[in-house]
């Protein structure tokens, strides 16, 4: 038996954070298309370049090519027994598409969280995201800065501001969020397996909360 988490949840709701620390626990991979088109992007590729303009904007990929490179991941023998899929999938077209990879592999979503966070709360924490780029480690200005000014605590590497978390992108990515990716919520909560998780608490307590609804599976 395979066991597939899709996270669903707005941007900055601490889904990629979330995803990480159960992934651990659970010894799942952790499948995150951002991660997989940052890297790409970082690494020039064909696929980088094409998803870069979109990123930069806080726009969507497109379907056809954000799906080929999920379902290329999927494919890959780590995932045999299942993995915690973030920021994937983000469209109606992509959910089905997801369904049927699922199905060609034997497997189905078992359950999908959703991390709800009020819309004020976002963008305060979006705005102020500061990133590693050499651990890929995230810090908040505010809630969770770094010991010293724009350092990374674990590896000393100067921190950046993520193209996609300036002010005027993040906007535009919670709109994009509003009109493609919240329609999500019924669609899964129909398939009966959305449960919703309060994410406007500490870190730590929202972890604990998942893996909570997760070991009752
Ligand atoms: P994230 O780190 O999940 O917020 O993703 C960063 C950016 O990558 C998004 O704003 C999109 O431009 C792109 N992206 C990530 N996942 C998807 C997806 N499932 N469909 C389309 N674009 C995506």
Same mark, same amino acid.
């Given at each position: 038996?395979?066991?597939?988490?899709?996270?669903?949840?707005?941007?900055?709701?601490?889904?990629?954070?979330?995803? =990480?620390?159960?992934?651990?626990?659970?010894?799942?991979?952790?499948?995150?298309?951002?991660?997989?088109?940052?890297?790409?992007? =970082?690494?020039?590729?064909?696929?980088? +370049?094409?998803?870069?303009? @979109?990123?930069?904007?806080?726009?969507?990929?497109?379907?056809?090519? &954000?799906?080929?490179?999920?379902?290329?991941?999927?494919?890959?023998?780590?995932?045999?027994?299942?993995?915690?899929?973030?920021?994937?999938?983000? &469209?109606?077209?992509?959910?089905?598409?997801?369904?049927?990879?699922?199905?060609?592999?034997?497997?189905?979503?078992?359950?999908?969280? @959703?991390?709800?966070?009020?819309? /004020?709360?976002?963008?305060?924490?979006?705005?102020?995201?500061?990133?590693?780029?050499?651990?890929?480690?995230?810090?908040?200005?505010?809630?969770?800065?770094? +010991?010293?000014?724009?350092?990374?605590?674990?590896?000393?590497?100067?921190?950046?501001?993520?193209?996609?978390?300036?002010?005027? &992108?993040?906007?535009?990515?919670?709109?994009? @969020?509003?009109?493609? &990716?919240? /329609?999500?919520?019924?669609? @899964?909560? =129909?398939?009966?397996?959305?449960?919703?998780?309060?994410?406007?608490?500490?870190?730590?307590?929202?972890?604990?909360?998942?893996? =909570?609804?997760?070991?009752?599976?």
């Amino acid at each position: 038996m395979s066991t597939f988490i899709v996270m669903l949840g707005p941007p900055g709701a601490g889904k990629g954070t979330q995803a =990480k620390r159960i992934a651990q626990e659970l010894g799942y991979p952790h499948v995150s298309s951002g991660d997989i088109f940052r890297e790409n992007l =970082k690494n020039k590729t064909e696929l980088g +370049k094409l998803a870069e303009t @979109y990123m930069n904007r806080g726009e969507l990929v497109p379907d056809d090519v &954000t799906i080929a490179m999920i379902k290329n991941r999927l494919s890959r023998e780590d995932c045999d027994d299942g993995a915690i899929l973030d920021g994937f999938p983000r &469209t109606a077209a992509q959910a089905e598409a997801l369904n049927r990879i699922l199905a060609e592999m034997d497997a189905q979503i078992d359950i999908v969280p @959703y991390i709800n966070v009020p819309d /004020s709360v976002l963008i305060k924490r979006l705005t102020g995201r500061w990133t590693c780029p050499v651990c890929g480690h995230m810090y908040h200005e505010e809630f969770n800065p770094p +010991k010293e000014d724009l350092t990374c605590d674990v590896d000393g590497a100067e921190l950046y501001q993520r193209e996609d978390d300036k002010p005027e &992108t993040v906007k535009n990515r919670i709109q994009v @969020y509003r009109d493609q &990716t919240q /329609s999500l919520i019924d669609y @899964y909560q =129909k398939q009966d397996v959305l449960v919703e998780i309060n994410g406007n608490q500490e870190i730590g307590t929202v972890t604990t909360d998942l893996l =909570k609804v997760l070991n009752q599976e």
